[in-house]
């Protein structure tokens, strides 16, 4: 995703307010948050099924009322290693709209924190250097307290297919 | 439910209405003095024609009442049913068909042409005394025509109504009916407010009023009461003709030439109540049996009741291991209730394939009018019942199928006698089902596939080599090539190589299969075979490694287990012998890497994919499984080797496999294997 189109999905998310409402959790150590607007529902851990051949970021389903979903693990699209769980692990459950079809996507996460309000005099674009993670599955940062905030682009993460494949088969 | 536009139903009740009359127009050409089948096409035109106007689809019912007037006088048996009436009608009603859509758009020209047809086909046949009379009173019936005065006459009627008090609830417009009255000729019209009662106890949702008019009118006793004959069995009416210009004739002093009328009418409308009532009972029966329901509702509703279902079932776990036997007898009356739900919810979507086969009675009849064959259509098992989306997809396939057989198939009447055949062609549409699958066929008694037309078009077109040698099947595939077409001469019908190749692969994306035979001089059949519902597999439960996944079961061929022997003697080749043939063979732990060590006793499914088949190793068979398909989300549409998932008892899910994508991909894997060394 370029540097423009970054911009303005920052922009969109704090829309017309200086406020976004989030659901914040922890993925390794590092607190995340998403708009608590396409959180669906937070669930304890299901048995899951593995789909051989997937890719490795969605290699599982889950049954979700009645629904065969997709449970991602978006650490592995931020260059982490997949722990254990834990007796805090959850699942969130969000609806994104992937080529305008609203999708229910499963996210696997160490803990869930709090339904919060983020402002958005706190909030800064990702730095582009000091960041092992790719810029573009960052939507923005926010500071709150003594820690950042990372607000990930579920878009650029879930569509992006393509971009993805070709920086997996580039060198580096 | 949000109050649907009256407008609309009376579209789809119109619609209905029109199939009805189709119907029962094609049944009159079989049988054209069934008197039952005049009728019911007579009360589909007039109720068609009262409701049209009611919802302000004038030009529509204008035009059916001309239709109607028609069918009136055959009904009272002035002229007789004749092929060309039942044509005019036919055609004027897939005109009825454009007013309903485009009530505003221009169709006076095609509507006056199709009138001046049905006049022709009316008047060209008609009784002796239905030519005596004037050309004028075209909509006149014969029996009014000779004994009223000579018709242009103008006669003078009184008429005194009046209409039941709910009248207006039920959409009546006594406005309307003065309006009708009116258009018959001079009209006096005088309310009679005897009945009003006072301010107080008035209701203004009920009339009150009863009317009395003066009609000067060259048209007959019957013109007038069609304009009441939608509220004729509930209302008063009194019609009587004055006799000449003397005012004081009462109704009741009828003179001898208004006699004659009179005792007709009294006649006609006897008849006609009876009717009128019979079609209220059947719409209100019909109401009644069916209701309309959203197809995304009956989905939803069957995500519920698959919710509902696992939970059930973890329910019974939970309900087995407690030792609280009020728990398991109430666990066990859920389960028994919310399988029988589901069964239910299946059936819901089913419907008779009559309401595809229907479909084909008239474009046989239209055919066998272009083509000038003789043709009869026979239907088989109608009552099959399959699921409406498997239904709605088939139409137009079958719709060629009909049509090639119609257009290639049968013989003109001259040659089918030539060759020793009826003169009259059959086409015969089937159904019926075995286990899982509904199988439709096709099948005709023409003169069966040219296989050397089949050969030279293939060989003209490059698909085979002329040298080639090709199995009588293979051969009569060919004609599923996209582009392919025997005809000589593009037709109106066929032969413009579209649809064999369009007809496959419609089948093939219902997850069916077509099969053609054809003997030379005898006939064709096509036969489609259909898993009966999109919604729901039968599949084998097997588990591989610690996953379980679903094979379908009308891809499976048998089970066998894995000798020892043919499993270590596999590193250098991967196929086992049965039955005298090489079936080669996948491990699924090896495809799916499951990362497992293999179970002592494997087993290998056999399945076929098209001519081929292969074995597929699995660790354990579990069970059949007749189970819910759920589609696999976007994230997950770059893995062909599944085409769905379901979920399982425990409620967990598992995956269902696609079994000729899976074969696909196990021979990429090994090629890579080969590569690699």
């Known amino acids: 995703m370029s540097e423009a189109a970054r911009k303005i999905d920052h922009n969109t998310t704090w829309s017309e307010t200086d406020e976004l409402s989030v659901l914040t959790f922890n993925l390794n150590g590092e607190t995340f948050a998403i708009e608590a607007i396409v959180v669906q529902e937070i669930l304890d851990l299901l048995p899951e099924t593995h789909v051989p051949g997937s890719k490795p970021y969605v290699s599982s389903v889950i049954n979700f009322r009645g629904k065969v979903i997709p449970l991602a693990d978006i650490r592995l699209a931020f260059g982490m290693d997949a722990t254990d769980t834990t007796i805090d692990s959850r699942i969130i459950v969000i609806e994104l709209d992937l080529d305008d079809e609203p999708t229910l996507i499963g996210l696997r996460t160490d803990k869930v924190y709090e339904v919060t309000t983020l402002q958005k005099v706190a909030s800064e674009p990702p730095p582009s250097v000091g960041m092992r993670w790719r810029p573009d599955y960052i939507n923005c940062l926010v500071k709150r307290g003594g820690e950042f905030i990372i607000i990930p682009n579920m878009h650029a993460i879930f569509s992006s297919q393509k971009e993805r494949n070709a920086t997996a088969q580039s060198p580096n | 439910m949000t109050n649907p536009d009256p407008i609309s139903v009376f579209r789809t009740e119109a619609a209905e209405l029109l199939e009805q009359i189709e119907s029962g127009l094609l049944d009159l050409t079989r049988s054209l003095d069934d008197r039952d089948r005049i009728d019911a096409v007579f009360r589909g035109l007039h109720t068609l024609k009262g409701s049209g106007a009611m919802f302000g689809f004038d030009a529509l019912a204008a035009f ?87 018709a242009g006459a103008l006669r003078e009627w009184r008429i005194r109504f009046s209409l039941p008090a709910n009248a207006m609830a039920n959409g009546t417009n006594p406005l309307g009916l003065l309006d009708e009255m009116r258009e018959l000729g001079d009209c006096r019209i005088v309310a009679d407010t005897a009945r009003v009662p006072d301010l107080a106890a008035l209701d203004p949702r009920d009339i009150h009023l009863a009317w009395n008019v003066t009609l000067k009118t060259d048209r007959p006793r019957s013109d007038i009461e069609d304009v009441f004959i939608f509220v004729m069995d509930e209302m008063e009416l009194d019609i009587a003709e004055a006799a000449g210009e003397d005012a004081s004739a009462a109704p009741a002093a009828a003179s001898a030439p208004a006699g004659a009328p009179m005792a007709k009418a009294v006649v006609v409308t006897e008849r006609e109540a009876p009717a009128v009532q019979a079609a209220n009972d059947a719409r209100q029966a019909k109401s009644a049996e069916n209701v309309r329901v959203p197809a995304e509702r ?380």
């Open chain 2, 64 to 150: 059916t009442h001309h239709c109607e007037t028609a069918f009136d006088r055959v009904r009272k048996g002035d002229v007789p049913a004749t092929h060309e009436l039942v044509s005019a009608v036919l055609s004027a009603q897939d005109h009825m068909r454009a007013l309903l859509e485009t009530p505003n758009g221009d169709h006076d020209a095609l509507s006056a042409a199709l009138l001046d047809n049905l006049h022709r086909a009316v008047d060209g046949k008609g009784s002796a005394a239905a030519a005596a009379a004037p050309v004028a009173g075209a909509s006149e019936t014969a029996a009014a025509a000779i004994a009223a005065p000579a």
């Open chain 2, 298 to 677: 009956l989905d939803e509703m069957m995500d519920r009741v698959g919710e509902l279902v696992i939970a059930q079932s973890r329910l019974t776990q939970l309900a087995g291991t407690a030792a609280d036997l009020g728990l398991r007898s109430v666990s066990e009356e859920i389960e028994r209730l919310s399988g029988e739900l589901r069964d239910t919810m299946m059936v819901l979507r089913m419907m008779p394939v009559a309401s595809l086969f229907s479909r084909f009675r008239r474009l046989v009849h239209d055919l066998s009018r272009e083509t000038g064959k003789e043709i009869e259509l026979i239907t088989e098992g109608e009552t099959t019942e399959v699921d409406k989306t498997v239904i709605d997809r088939l139409a137009d396939p079958l719709v060629h199928l009909v049509r090639n057989s119609i257009d290639h198939g049968l013989e003109r009447p001259d040659e089918r006698i030539a060759a020793g055949k009826a003169a009259r062609g059959q086409v015969v549409l089937s159904a019926h089902q075995t286990g899982g699958e509904v199988i439709i066929t096709i099948k005709d008694d023409g003169r069966g596939i040219d296989r050397e037309r089949v050969r030279a078009k293939a060989e003209a077109s490059g698909l085979v080599q002329p040298d080639q040698a090709l199995a009588d099947q293979e051969l009569l595939q060919l004609i599923f090539q996209p582009g392919f077409s025997t005809a000589q001469a593009v037709t109106n019908l066929s032969g413009r190589g579209v649809g064999m190749d369009v007809v496959k692969k419609t089948v093939e994306a219902l997850r069916g299969t077509i099969d053609i035979a054809s003997r030379p001089g005898e006939g064709s059949q096509v036969s489609l075979r259909i898993p009966l519902t999109l919604a729901i597999i039968d599949g084998l439960l097997v588990r591989v490694g610690t996953g379980c996944y679903v094979i379908p079961l009308s891809a499976v061929e048998e089970c066998l287990e894995l000798s020892l022997e043919d499993d270590l003697r596999s590193r250098g080749r991967s196929f086992i012998s049965l039955r005298d043939s090489l079936v080669p063979f996948l491990r699924l732990r090896e495809l799916f890497r499951t990362g497992t060590t293999p179970d002592p006793h494997q087993k290998v499914v056999v399945i076929s994919t098209g001519a081929e088949r292969v074995g597929l190793v699995v660790d354990q068979i579990i069970g059949d499984h007749q189970t819910v398909i759920k589609s696999m989300s976007k994230l997950h549409h770059d893995v062909a080797t599944f085409s769905g998932a379901t979920i399982l008892g425990d409620g967990s899910v598992a995956l269902i496999l696609d079994v000729t994508h899976l074969v696909a991909a196990g021979q990429h894997q090994e090629a890579q294997l080969r590569a690699a060394g």
